[in-house]
């Protein structure tokens, strides 16, 4: 009976994080348009916005990696340390962009911070998979895993091809550094797809599932931003900044969400009979 309660629990507790979500995008619209009253205004509540869901995301990653046991504990400690480098990244650039300078260099403390983040949770991805390869044939996953590879190289060039391509643009640090952040989301996204393939409705598929969302949203935020960035688009109306701030701090509610449901695999991500 406690079972079949939790079980009728999972459903409603997505419908409310959507309901949440519903009003999160709406709030944050209303606010940016209407109630706030110039750029700096605007400005801090993009950095306050992007601390509070990074937060959100890293508390529950710790809470998760804290309360399960044995490999999955193992893979979030790697998951937390990325969400907790992520987090850091996005205090760096805050008291960066609000007391330092107008405009942060080509690279510096948060990019390190950030980069170092995919390392982790790439790490956590490679321990899941390699989890899921006892008792499987290693040849077809393999073969997977480098496949995954094509997709975000085809970005990562599609991205800067306008700038290899045309002889009176050069190749800039930032021009690198931003068409990389995209590409590793997506890279991270397709070895996550590649983990829902091989657990087909296991226990844990349901927060995985919710983490390669998150990284979708987080590629198209950043593949996005760069276009922007690159035809000087981005901040000349709010609707391009929306575009950009709007995913990627859904990404962030997504990942804490996705946290959320590794604590409770027996209710929300059980193969049901």
């Given at each position: 009976m406690a079972e079949g309660r939790s079980r009728e629990r999972a459903p409603l507790g997505?419908?409310?994080?959507?309901?949440?979500?519903?009003?999160?995008?709406?709030?944050?619209?209303?606010?940016?348009?209407?109630?706030?009253?110039?750029?700096?205004?605007?400005?801090?509540?993009r950095n306050g916005t992007n601390l509070f869901t990074m937060s959100f995301a890293t508390l529950a990653a710790v809470i998760a990696w804290r309360r399960l046991e044995g490999e999955?504990?193992?893979v979030w400690m790697w998951l937390c340390a990325g969400t907790v480098l992520w987090l850091l990244a996005e205090v760096v650039w805050g008291l960066f962009d609000a007391y330092l300078f107008p405009q942060a260099p080509d690279f510096f403390l948060a990019d390190v911070f950030w980069v170092l983040g995919y390392v982790a949770v790439g790490e956590a991805l490679a321990l899941h998979l390699r989890a899921l390869r006892v008792g499987q044939r290693r040849s077809p996953a393999v073969l997977s895993s480098l496949g995954g590879f094509v997709l975000p190289l085809l970005l990562f060039v599609a991205l800067l091809w306008p700038t290899l391509s045309d002889p009176d643009l050069s190749l800039g640090l930032a021009d690198v550094v931003t068409a990389l952040y995209p590409a590793l989301d997506l890279l991270l996204a397709t070895q996550g797809l590649l983990v829902l393939l091989m657990m087909r409705?296991?226990?844990?598929?349901?927060?995985?599932?919710?983490?390669?969302?998150?990284?979708?949203?987080?590629?198209?935020?950043d593949a996005w931003y760069w276009v922007l960035i690159f035809f000087d688009r981005f901040g000349l109306n709010p609707r391009s900044v929306l575009s950009v701030d709007i995913p990627d701090s859904l990404g962030n509610l997504v990942m804490?969400?996705?946290?959320?449901?590794?604590?409770r695999p027996e209710s929300a991500c059980a193969k049901r009979s």
């Open positions: 997505r419908a409310l994080f959507l309901l949440f979500i519903n009003v999160y995008v709406f709030g944050y619209i209303l606010f940016f348009f209407r109630l706030s009253p110039g750029g700096e205004v605007q400005q801090l509540m999955q504990r193992h409705g296991q226990i844990w598929w349901c927060s995985w599932f919710f983490i390669g969302v998150a990284l979708l949203l987080w590629a198209f935020s804490g969400y996705a946290a959320l449901q590794a604590l």
